[in-house]
């Protein structure tokens, strides 16, 4: 699956987008628990950060399945 | 970029012309403007940026929502990305609806969901020329209905 970050976390990890593999079942949180452990920059991230899956926000115990794209999102600043 | 989402400069008497209906008595305009006031710290703009297709699916389901609350309500939204100079608006909400009570209310709905929900980060440039994100919480805000035991009246409020 794709992994994205945005904004600090892109700085901090040092890119926009990775690909992840995982056994599946998996979810969210194993996705975080992993580019933590991968990337470097991303031990940075926080261990429950804000996250989405296909475009919808989502609980950290959200399934992922092969294709979705996962995002990291920093606190929210819009508006 | 989609309906919601611009790079140019907001043109909010299109937005209210977008918004409005014969039989609509009431039209509600917010503006959220970049702020350079006395907790900032000589903030001369504002970077924005988005996970753009998620800030547009975002933005259908909150005005969507809206329409479902508010049913005689029109609701016409731009949302800025890029650089804003400090004084422009950043955001304009219009809400039009049959009564003046229904335009207020959607319209302080859609800015309070927007706050809470839509994946958009700012930057301030300053006038010293060093460049910060804007954590408005310092910590990580929850969708709707999320179980780890924060309301959304729990979030913080930054107009």
């Known amino acids: ?79 | 970029m989609g309906e919601y989402l611009s790079r140019e400069p907001i043109a909010v008497d299109a937005l209210i012309a977008q918004a409005a209906a014969p039989d609509c008595g009431g039209t509600c305009v917010f503006l959220g403007t970049v702020r350079n006031g006395p907790e900032e710290s000589g903030v001369a703009a504002i970077e924005y940026s988005a996970y753009d297709d998620m800030a547009e699916a975002e933005l259908q389901r909150i005005v969507g929502d809206a329409r479902e609350r508010w049913p005689g309500a029109r609701i016409a939204l731009r949302h800025r990305l890029g650089h804003v100079a400090v004084g422009e608006p950043s955001i304009a909400i219009v809400a039009a609806a049959p009564h003046r009570a229904q335009a207020f209310e959607a319209c302080r709905y859609v800015i309070e969901e927007v706050k809470r929900r839509l994946p958009v980060w700012k930057k301030e440039i300053r006038r010293d020329g060093s460049e910060v994100w804007v954590d408005p919480s310092g910590r990580p805000t929850v969708p709707p209905g999320l179980p780890d035991g924060r309301r959304p009246s729990d979030l913080p409020t930054h107009a």
Do not use: C, I, W
Request: net charge neutral.
């Open chain 1, 1 to 79: 699956m794709t992994v994205r970050f945005f904004a600090r976390y892109a700085e901090l990890v040092g890119r926009e987008e990775a690909a992840v593999l995982l056994s599946l079942p998996a979810t969210v949180a194993d996705v975080v628990r992993r580019v933590r452990e991968e990337l470097p920059g991303a031990r940075q991230l926080p261990e429950r950060p804000l996250a989405a899956v296909n475009l919808k926000h989502v609980k950290l115990d959200a399934g992922v399945r092969d294709g979705d794209e996962v995002a990291f999102l920093p606190p929210v600043a819009g508006g």
